[in-house]
């Protein structure tokens, strides 16, 4: 028997479960307004940049829906869309990054070609932000996992298909502990974090010129590099 040592939660990830559990146990209920991004830093005694790092994930799941000019509001309340056994399941499994990898494969290369059908403006351009906040990542060598976990994420978003956002809510825990392990492993290898970096910027451009064979492909080809390197 072979215990590892527990990892350090970050600041924003103990704000993301806070609100869950509040939501779990009906403290905060669907339509109810969050304080200010102000108060929330205050109450929680952590920065604001962590406290908008984690409504930014809540609103990624689902869970929040931010109204410019009126507030940030609870939109989801349903425990199994926040906590579903598969998760659970996932999260107890041995060995599970590889096979997480080849489930996103399913998910996520329809999902980049309904992105580069039904994305918004407000989408691309969020994905472009994020694009931009992964090259400066890159370039300071940093490791960027909650910027790849956001990216995959909003593209889900972009498709405008509410199942396929829910599906991607059941292994999101598990997905941005994969995604963490995956960026610490293949960054060992010099030239890695470049390339990811191309490919995550190649599907963002195939679904901003609405390319939908090319977004489905470059996506393809992300995952399954980052399968063939893992293995490795």
Same mark, same amino acid.
């Given at each position: 028997?072979?215990?590892?040592?527990?990892?350090?939660?970050?600041?924003?990830?103990?704000?993301?479960?806070?609100?869950?559990?509040?939501?779990?146990?009906?403290? #905060?209920?669907?339509?109810?307004?969050?304080?200010?991004?102000?108060?929330?830093? /205050?109450?929680? =005694?952590?920065?604001?940049?962590?406290?908008?790092?984690?409504?930014?994930?809540?609103?990624? #799941?689902?869970?929040? /829906?931010?109204?410019?000019? /009126?507030?940030? &509001?609870?939109?989801?309340?349903?425990?199994?869309? $926040?906590?579903?056994?598969?998760?659970?399941?996932?999260?107890?499994?041995?060995?599970?990054?590889?096979?997480?990898?080849?489930?996103?494969?399913?998910?996520?290369?329809?999902?980049?070609?309904?992105?580069?059908? =039904?994305?918004?403006?407000?989408?691309?351009?969020?994905?472009?932000? $994020?694009?931009?906040?992964?090259?400066?990542?890159? #370039? @300071?060598?940093?490791?960027?996992?909650?910027?790849?976990?956001? &990216?995959?994420?909003?593209?889900?978003?972009?498709?405008?298909?509410?199942?396929?956002?829910?599906?991607?809510?059941?292994?999101?825990?598990?997905?941005?502990?994969?995604?963490?392990?995956?960026?610490? @492993?293949?960054?060992?290898?010099?030239?890695? +974090? +470049?390339?990811?970096?191309?490919?995550?910027?190649?599907?963002?451009?195939?679904?901003?010129?609405?390319?939908?064979?090319?977004?489905?492909? @470059?996506?393809?080809?992300?995952?399954?590099?980052?399968?063939?390197?893992?293995?490795?």
């Amino acid at each position: 028997m072979e215990f590892k040592p527990i990892q350090q939660q970050k600041i924003y990830e103990q704000i993301v479960e806070q609100i869950k559990v509040m939501i779990t146990e009906g403290n #905060l209920k669907p339509g109810d307004k969050l304080p200010a991004e102000r108060v929330l830093a /205050e109450n929680l =005694n952590v920065s604001r940049a962590s406290v908008r790092e984690a409504l930014s994930a809540l609103h990624l #799941l689902g869970i929040l /829906e931010i109204k410019p000019g /009126e507030g940030t &509001f609870i939109k989801q309340s349903d425990v199994n869309s $926040i906590i579903q056994p598969l998760a659970l399941l996932l999260l107890m499994e041995r060995d599970t990054v590889l096979e997480i990898l080849q489930v996103r494969k399913g998910l996520e290369v329809e999902s980049a070609g309904l992105a580069a059908i =039904n994305a918004t403006d407000d989408d691309l351009k969020k994905l472009g932000k $994020i694009i931009d906040d992964m090259e400066r990542q890159m #370039l @300071k060598s940093a490791l960027g996992e909650f910027t790849d976990w956001e &990216f995959h994420f909003a593209l889900a978003h972009a498709t405008r298909n509410s199942l396929l956002v829910r599906l991607m809510n059941t292994i999101s825990d598990t997905m941005h502990k994969s995604i963490k392990i995956n960026r610490e @492993k293949l960054f060992k290898k010099e030239g890695n +974090q +470049q390339a990811l970096f191309r490919q995550h910027l190649a599907v963002y451009e195939a679904v901003k010129n609405r390319d939908v064979e090319m977004a489905r492909l @470059k996506m393809y080809e992300h995952l399954t590099y980052a399968e063939e390197e893992m293995q490795q």
